[in-house]
Each structure stands twice: as structure tokens, then as C-alpha cells.
T-cell receptor, first 114, second 114 residues
Framework: DAGVIQSPRHEVTEMGQEVTLRCKPI?????LFWYRQTMMRGLELLIY????????DSGMPEDRFSAKMPNASFSTLKIQPSEPRDSAVYFC????????????FGQGTRLTVV | GESVGLHLPTLSVQEGDNSIINCAYS??????FIWYKQESGKGPQFIID?????DKRQGQRVTVLLNKTVKHLSLQIAATQPGDSAVYFC?????????????FGKGTHLIIQP
């Protein structure tokens, strides 16, 4: 398996533009997580899905952020409109349905909003 | 102006020495703990995990110790190598349901001196 695949690896956009980050989880994994990593706040959980259903989105910072998982092999995190403070590395992770198992992370998308 | 970021604790050890990285976790209900390693430009990578019914677990060159009384985790790396240089995160989770995401600590930067 190629692991969790995220695209793009780097994204530079202007303030006010829409940004869409993409994730392909490991096949057979029932959970998908979106994390954001910044120097100020470290790694923060934004939202996670179980069997394509959003379970907890309490970490999503504001209504400008939205996430979808239309099927078991694809998820998107959208920011509209983007702001400079959204600049961060966004990670997607997935894991199996077994309780107490590790999550596998993608390589991340480095987002810069100018 | 200059941004103020996380001041990551830094541990510098000589190549070949043993290192110990410490972590204090926050939730007394957490029953599953993981250590992740993150190299520059990459996503967190699983190293070792431990459940709350254990106080020690060993892997290849790594040992995790758990002290539930004081909510403390440690990661011991034996005979450190240059490739061990990275930021190390502890993460906690409660496998009883309702909160499936991992909560990450702030991280420790391990530097291996030649």
C-alpha cells in the first residue's frame, strides 16, 4: 500500500481564494482524520470521519473550513475564503476500526496564504 | 513582526548514547498512548504504542514507559543514530469511544551530535 496520499504537497494562494486539500486514505481504513500543524499550536485535530460520516468537527476553527468524504477512498478539506492565518501544514491520517490502534499520516500539504 | 512560535524542548545527545524523551499527558481517562517521530518535511511516523494496562513496552531500540499515577510517558532510544534526529511527539487517546482522535503533545526536538 502506498500509504496515505495527500495533494497538493505545497499550495500558495492569495487571501480570499478558495483552497481545496485532498486526501486518499489507506484502503480498508475506516477512520480518517484531518490535522493542522503550526508553530504556535502544534498538531491540532480539525475533524474526523468514521465510515465516511463526520463524527466530530469541533476542532474546525470557523465556518470558512469544511470537510467532506464522499466515499471511502477520498476526502477534501476546503477553506473559503482563505486568510493568511490559515497558513500551516495540513495532515490527513487514517486508521482501522480497531480500538486503540495507531493512525498513519500522509506527508502533509504546506499551505501558504499571502 | 516576528512571530512567536512554540519553544520546543531540545535534547542533544552524542551518537551512540541513549536518550530519554519525556511527556506529560493531560487526560486521566486516556488509555492508549503513542510515540510519533516527525522528520523535517514529513508527516508523523509511528514508533511505538502502549495501552494503559501496561507500564513498559519494548521495541527495536526503543522502550516506552508509562506512569499513570503522575500521567507521564517516556521514550527511551538506545544507541542513538544520526537518523534518530527528529521531533518526537507523544499522543494520547481514549479507546472507549466518543473521542477517537489523538491529542498530541507539543513535541521534543532530538538532535544527535556526531
Amino acid at each position: 500500500d502506498a500509504g496515505v496520499i495527500q495533494s497538493p504537497r505545497h499550495e500558495v494562494t492569495e487571501m480570499g481564494q478558495e483552497v481545496t486539500l485532498r486526501c486518499k486514505p489507506i484502503s480498508g481504513h475506516d477512520y480518517l482524520f484531518w490535522y493542522r500543524q503550526t508553530m504556535m499550536r502544534g498538531l491540532e485535530l480539525l475533524i474526523y470521519f468514521n465510515n465516511n460520516v463526520p463524527i466530530d468537527d469541533s476542532g474546525m476553527p470557523e465556518d470558512r473550513f469544511s470537510a467532506k468524504m464522499p466515499n471511502a477512498s477520498f476526502s477534501t478539506l476546503k477553506i473559503q475564503p482563505s486568510e493568511p492565518r490559515d497558513s500551516a501544514v495540513y495532515f490527513c491520517a487514517s486508521r482501522t476500526d480497531r480500538l486503540g490502534t495507531e493512525a498513519f499520516f500522509g506527508q502533509g500539504t504546506r499551505l501558504t496564504v499571502v | 513582526g516576528e512571530s512567536v512560535g512554540l519553544h520546543l524542548p531540545t535534547l542533544s545527545v552524542q551518537e551512540g548514547d541513549n536518550s530519554i524523551i519525556n511527556c506529560a499527558y493531560s487526560n486521566s481517562a486516556s488509555d492508549y498512548f503513542i510515540w510519533y517521530k516527525q522528520e523535517s518535511g514529513k508527516g508523523p511516523q509511528f514508533i511505538i504504542d502502549i495501552r494503559s494496562n501496561m507500564d513498559k513496552r519494548q521495541g527495536q531500540r526503543v522502550t516506552v514507559l508509562l506512569n499513570k499515577t503522575v500521567k507521564h510517558l517516556s521514550l527511551q532510544i538506545a544507541a542513538t543514530q544520526p537518523g534518530d534526529s527528529a521531533v518526537y511527539f507523544c499522543a494520547e487517546a481514549y479507546s472507549g469511544g466518543g473521542a477517537d482522535g489523538l491529542t498530541f503533545g507539543k513535541g521534543t526536538h532530538l538532535i544527535i551530535q556526531p
